[in-house]
């Protein structure tokens, strides 16, 4: 990919990466408090708890987030041929958003249109061979990648224990991605 296409990629990328951010967590003693959940696509890790702890425990294992991911992957999967087009890539992530929209009681607004216009550009950039698909193993390199930045205390689970990971500096060569499963990584969704 030449220079320039990347950093016009980066450019489009930079106003989802900055608006899809995560509600904050509420402010608790107990570590295992479930997050509040954030706008769909949040990179954070109280966004990343919310959206994938399926057992409501505060804790999220690689198991559990790669099950919540498959079944998402799979239900996003409209003509089952294994992989997601873009269309039903844009769909998976329009369905999330409106949904943490209505579970926060919040109306689609400016985050939500930017986010919305993203979306496609997030599935250009994790279809790693360019083949217009995003194949389960393309969505696991960014799901590999995601979770072990968020276990920053490296004990195999994302808790409220792991101190937030530091945001590396991005630079031209750099490619921040988006997923299906509403997390993204550096690089790699």
């Given at each position: 990919?030449?220079?320039?296409?990347?950093?016009?990629?980066?450019?489009?990328?930079?106003?989802?990466?900055?608006?899809?951010?995560?509600?904050?967590?509420?402010?608790?003693?107990?570590t295992t408090a479930t997050a509040v959940p954030?706008?769909?696509?949040?990179?954070?890790?109280?966004?990343?708890?919310?959206?994938?702890?399926?057992?409501?425990?505060?804790?999220?294992?690689?198991?559990?987030?790669?099950?919540?991911?498959?079944?998402?992957?799979?239900?996003?999967?409209?003509?089952?041929?294994?992989?997601?087009?873009?269309?039903?890539?844009?769909?998976?992530?329009?369905?999330?958003?409106?949904?943490?929209?209505?579970?926060?009681?919040?109306?689609?607004?400016?985050?939500y249109e930017n986010s919305m216009k993203q979306a496609s550009v997030?599935?250009?950039?994790?279809?790693?061979?360019?083949?217009?698909?995003?194949?389960?193993?393309?969505?696991?390199?960014?799901?590999?990648?995601?979770?072990?930045?968020?276990?920053?205390?490296?004990?195999?689970?994302?808790?409220?224990?792991?101190?937030?990971?530091?945001?590396?500096?991005?630079?031209?060569?750099?490619?921040?991605?988006?997923?299906?499963?509403?997390?993204?990584?550096?690089?790699?969704?």
């Amino acid at each position: 990919m030449k220079p320039a296409l990347i950093s016009l990629t980066l450019a489009l990328l930079l106003p989802v990466v900055t608006t899809a951010q995560e509600s904050p967590a509420p402010a608790s003693d107990d570590t295992t408090a479930t997050a509040v959940p954030g706008v769909a696509g949040g990179h954070g890790k109280a966004a990343v708890i919310a959206a994938y702890d399926a057992n409501g425990d505060g804790t999220l294992t690689l198991e559990e987030y790669t099950q919540v991911r498959k079944t998402r992957f799979d239900e996003a999967d409209a003509d089952k041929d294994g992989a997601l087009n873009e269309a039903e890539y844009v769909a998976e992530f329009e369905g999330r958003l409106k949904q943490q929209y209505a579970d926060q009681n919040k109306q689609p607004d400016e985050r939500y249109e930017n986010s919305m216009k993203q979306a496609s550009v997030r599935h250009a950039i994790v279809d790693r061979n360019r083949d217009g698909l995003l194949s389960w193993d393309e969505q696991q390199l960014v799901a590999a990648s995601t979770f072990d930045r968020l276990d920053s205390n490296k004990d195999g689970v994302i808790d409220a224990t792991d101190p937030e990971p530091e945001r590396e500096d991005r630079d031209d060569t750099a490619g921040d991605t988006g997923d299906t499963g509403g997390a993204a990584a550096q690089p790699a969704n």
